[in-house]
């Protein structure tokens, strides 16, 4: 076996290997990500639903609360009343009211008549689940929820049904409702079918990338004799790009999806409660939870658009380097206390998408260990843009770095020397003379750009 081949080899099947955990990696993450993202969602769904119920059973007491309270006419003359404005109180298509005495005999079921006067104490849902005992034991309990399976009107299918429950006590009645509860398992799937379709292209670039990458190692091993070392050196680095690459490609898609997907589903529902506490004029109470329910709403967006504004910034690719700088700065100086002075040019065109990138990350990961260890109280972020190059300087009046200076620095100092290298830039680590840190980066513009301009 040759030189050659032996260095194809080699090159190549570390390429392979690191492409199948690379893409393990990426499968087990998104599953991850996956399920945890679809529990969440169908929790908040679901904690709707049941606020949603629970609206509906404030409605029907206001409804009836001034004839259970002074019972004109009697108690019969009353009951009656009450069970024909129950009997016509729905919304939607498959929301009604029923009632049980406590012994289970149905009182009110405009949905299934034939249910009305039968003893239902033993009536089991295809389950198994002893319905009407469990939803009096709710209800004798302050009032609950109970989920079963029960004949949905508009389909005539046996459905999940997530009931709820309250107990009338003077008349000894057990008043309840309920949701049916399919379209989140439909509203998950569809989520779930989204995410896999999401891997399976990631996957297949990731797969498509290290089949060129093994063309592109052939063929340049069968053309041109090299040293061992001078090549594993540059696909080192061309790993290390690509996995940036991908990193940033994946920040970017689920940014793009926490920003359209979800935090369009909670303004939606923000919007349904935002209107239930306009027209609640009647009820305090039910003014209260919903504006609660408003507040809650309000800092689960905000969180949802800071954790899509962390993955990928949108100013970055909206307004360039020096505005994405200009709002992190003011960003960490909110969350953490800390001044930070930002003083950054234009570059316009005269740098890559990639190369921005790489610069808004550096700074971030500076700010970042500012906050955690440096115990500073002021920061500089400056950004010149000369004629051929640009400088982006970093500066902080905390503790400074140990002394002597480490050589090769962290994990985190790795990357960011890496990022910038990729870009033909150099970045440099040093102690201030009056105290603190700085790190400073140099990088080549695109001078046809400017000629252009």
């Given amino acids: 076996m040759t030189f050659k081949t032996k260095l194809l080899f080699i090159t190549i099947l570390p390429l392979v290997a690191v492409s199948f955990l690379i893409g393990g990696a990426t499968y087990y993450q998104s599953r991850k990500l996956i399920n945890a993202e679809t529990q969440s969602v169908e929790q908040r769904i679901l904690a709707a639903k049941r606020q949603e119920i629970r609206n509906y059973v404030s409605l029907a007491l206001t409804s009836i609360e001034q004839i259970y309270a002074e019972e004109p006419g009697g108690r019969e003359a009353a009951q009656e009343e009450v069970r024909e404005i129950l009997e016509n109180l729905t919304f939607d298509y498959d929301g009604y009211f029923f009632v049980y005495t406590l012994d289970g005999t149905n009182v009110v079921h405009p949905k299934l008549p034939h249910l009305v006067g039968g003893n239902w104490w033993d009536l089991q849902d295809d389950n198994g689940d002893y319905v009407i005992r469990n939803l009096i034991t709710a209800a004798k309990s302050g009032g609950g929820f109970h989920q079963y399976v029960w004949h949905k009107p508009s389909t005539g299918s046996i459905e999940e049904k997530l009931g709820y429950a309250i107990l009338l006590n003077k008349w000894d009645w057990m008043l309840g409702t309920g949701l049916y509860t399919d379209d989140i398992a439909r509203e998950v799937a569809a989520i779930r079918s989204d995410f896999a379709h999401s891997i399976r292209q990631t996957l297949l670039v990731t797969f498509l990338i290290t089949l060129v990458g093994i063309i592109i190692a052939g063929g340049l091993i069968a053309g041109v004799r090299f040293s061992e070392q001078r090549f594993a050196d540059s696909k080192l680095k061309e790993l290390t790009n690509r996995i940036f690459q991908v990193q940033e490609q994946e920040r970017k898609r689920v940014s793009t999806e926490l920003h359209d997907s979800i935090s369009q589903l909670l303004v939606s529902v923000r919007y349904g409660v935002e209107m ?108 010149k843009v000369g004629m051929q190059s640009l400088t982006l300087s970093v500066e902080d009046n905390g503790v400074g770095l140990p002394r002597p200076l480490p050589k090769a620095g962290g994990l985190g100092f790795r990357n960011m020397r890496e990022r910038i290298e990729t870009y033909g830039g150099k970045l440099i680590l040093s102690r201030r003379s009056s105290g603190g840190t700085r790190i400073k980066v140099q990088m080549p513009l695109d001078n046809a750009a400017a000629e252009a301009a």
Avoid: F, W
């Fill in 276 to 383: 239930i506490h306009s027209e609640a004029t009647r009820d305090p109470d039910l003014q209260v939870q919903a504006a609660k329910c408003l507040k809650t709403l309000d800092g689960t967006i905000a969180e949802v658009r800071r954790i899509s504004r962390d993955l990928r910034p949108s100013v970055l690719d909206d307004m360039g380097l020096a505005a994405a700088l200009g709002s992190l700065g003011k960003e960490i100086q909110s969350q953490s206390g800390i001044t930070v002075n930002v003083d950054a040019e234009q570059c316009h065109s005269r740098l890559s998408d990639g190369a921005k990138t790489a610069l808004y990350r550096v700074v971030q990961e500076c700010m970042t260990n500012v906050a955690r260890h440096s115990q500073a109280n002021k920061v500089n972020i400056n950004l």
